[in-house]
């Protein structure tokens, strides 16, 4: 076992750009792939929207033209026959709506097809992979994500499509009316532009650290509410309500820091299609003096209302929204499966190496927010079958150590894994076949006393049941209570009793390790060093808070924790060099003697 608190500085992590740069080029390598794949579509896709900047260029030159050719002269014939013909650019748009949702399909059926297929594999190597947890996603991936991801995309491609092709006949229009329009409309066109495109990754990030807060919200409910029975039997309902707070609290700061990037993207819309507007009436003028005649100036007004302000409303909607959610979601369509995982056994993994039972890793935990942190950096490692004694002043972290090995405190960094596999990737029924928790205030319910004993291990035989009743020298209290099947009345047991009966649960259940958080502090010294025997001599670990020197002189090696830093060693070992122990053994023996 080795326990140490970090001291030299940790190695750096890789450049964060760098890092999102690889992740956008594998989201985004299915769309690549399927782009130049169909490049017929793309070019049928090109023409029907080439159309549609004729069909732009057209709505604003006939306006312009009617005024100053028609109704500004006096010729009202004139006027409508020009907006006539704008009418008529406006009718012929139907047809080519149809011709671009005609081609539409043969680009976003292939994606998700394209997804469903990595899915359906992706499924399939990890429900096979050997220790493995069960895929509860893959359904999801399979039918929601990918339609989302498939109408994300469909979104994009008719936002960006119509943004390109509105604004180059808009342009045009804009040039042929008078090239002054350019000086007022392109700058704050750019700008706008510029900010939405400096948002969107800050934007997608924001996306992304909303959906995985609003994940683990649902995941905590989800472990409350299946474990709430285990949650208030060992006593957590503390630490439980204060993840459970922690992860709420997660996902209104993600929400809000979204909030906060959508109020950017409005600005940015206004910016580059409203600020135009505002500045062709304020240039009037000038435009004027230049020579711009009055339909010129209703002209570029229609260019910019009708078409370059829906067009880039349409565009930095859609991207905001339906772009950061298809990037998120490609990003986990197409992450690359983990690592198996090993499986948690009792035996070796593989000849001449196994597993260590429990590992914490640079683990920081406190209180509450904001606190001093009771478990600061702690490095520690339990290998199997070990025997480890936990001491420490009252208060110190000791039973926050237990509740973060035992998955029901997540600390505020770090990572704790059981048998190979990080804590918060097992679910509930994989968490509860690995450790038992037993807290200092045992639960006994209403039952005979071998439900009780059988609660964490329904099927146990009566061999079974008896030598668990053997190695903790239950026979009296079974005795005392008229047998195995008699019903017990929990009002009636002693503190000690109750501590009693959880460890011969303990002892029963088939989990490789056992977590006593001062479970036997109501017993007598002989029946704690029997039932501490016992827990022992069965396959798998042991970590006990000890609150008596024998408890600690029975241990393998014992962990000490005093606020700063982590020692352990044997008990020998640290009575050379730990101060605290040696004034904690000194108040033992006070105690005993």
Known sequence: MTAATRTAGAKEPAEPALEEAA??????????????????????????????????????????????????????????LWLA????????????????????????ESLRDDLVRGSVVRALRSATAAGRAVDTTAVSRLTSQTEIARDSFAGLVLAARSFVFVAVGALAGLVSLAPQFLLVVIPPLVLGLALFTASLRPMARAQHRYLDADEAVGRRAGITRTALRDIVACGAQEATAAANRRAVEEAAAAQRVLARWAAVRTLSVATAGQLPVFLLLAATPWLLRQGVTAGALVGALTYVLQSLLPALHTLMTVLG????????????????????????????????????????HGVRAAYGPGARPVLDDLELTVERGEHLAVVGPSGIGKSTLLHAMAGLLTPERGEVRL?????????????AALRVLLPQEAYVFTGTLRENLCYLRPGAGGPEVDGAVDALALRPLVDRVGGLDRTLTPDTLSLGERQLIALGRAHLASAPLLLLDEATCHMDPVAEATAEQALRARPGTLVVVAHRLSSALRADRVLVLDGSRAQYGTHAELL??????????????DAEG
């Open 23 to 80: 992740t956008a080029r594998r989201a985004t390598a299915p769309i690549r792939s399927l782009l130049l794949r169909r490049k017929g579509v793309l070019a049928r896709l090109a023409a029907w929207s080439a159309a549609e900047s004729a069909q732009t260029f057209l709505g604003g030159y006939c306006v312009a033209r009617s005024l100053d050719d028609g109704f500004l002269r006096g010729s009202p014939a004139t006027g409508l």
């Open 85 to 108: 013909g704008a009418a008529v650019a406006i009718l012929l748009g139907a047809p080519v709506v149809r011709g671009i949702f005609a081609q539409l399909p043969h680009l976003t």
């Open 321 to 360: 929204a339906a772009g950061a959610r298809l990037f998120v979601i490609l990003d986990r369509l197409t992450r690359p499966l983990p690592p198996a995982p090993a499986v948690p056994a009792n035996g070796p993994r593989r000849a001449g190496r196994t597993t260590a039972a429990v590992e914490l």
């Open 419 to 431: 048998f190979g596999r990080p804590v918060g990737a097992c679910p509930p029924p994989e968490l």
């Open 576 to 589: 050379e060099r730990s101060a605290l122990y040696r004034d904690l053994t000194g108040h033992w023996g």
